[in-house]
């Protein structure tokens, strides 16, 4: 496949992400595909997922923990086996209700048509902040209060 070819997979990907359509998102990954999401305290879906059966846990975790209110992909920029895509998110989390922008950078390497490997940038600080059960000042759950 060429760049171009793989670019239009990844921009489909990325519709079939927006319409909700988790397995015919999969079906464009390879059974042993790796998806790398930055470390991040607090954050349930952060970390490598190794494999279809670990990324379609990720994007459940990510659907039960977080809502995006805002994703937009920007800039797609192909070339040889490579398509980085350039953009902008925001989440709020279902737990805290607390909600983040965060511009990401997303890097696909493709196979033979399909992606075997994704790997993710963004702010983790911003969104460890919105995932933190108790922030700094407030009272943490069952915390003794002192008068």
């Keep these: 496949m060429n760049a171009q070819e793989n670019k239009r997979i990844v921009i489909e990907g990325y519709q079939l992400f ?76 279902k737990q805290t209700g607390r909600s983040y922008d965060s511009p990401w950078v997303h890097v696909f390497s493709l196979r033979d048509g399909k992606v075997a490997r994704f790997e993710s940038f963004q702010d983790t600080a911003a969104g460890e902040r919105a995932f933190r059960p108790d922030q700094p000042g407030q009272a943490a759950a069952g915390a003794p209060m002192h008068h």
């Design 18 to 93: 927006q319409a909700g359509d988790i397995p015919h998102l999969l079906e464009r990954y390879h059974d042993d595909a790796l998806w790398i999401e930055p470390e991040a305290e607090y954050v349930p879906f952060a970390g490598r997922h190794n494999g279809k059966a670990e990324i379609a846990q990720f994007f459940q975790t990510l659907d039960a923990e977080a809502q995006a209110l805002r994703f937009e992909p920007k800039e797609f920029i192909a070339e040889g086996d490579k398509v980085v895509v350039i953009g902008e998110a925001t989440w709020l989390c």
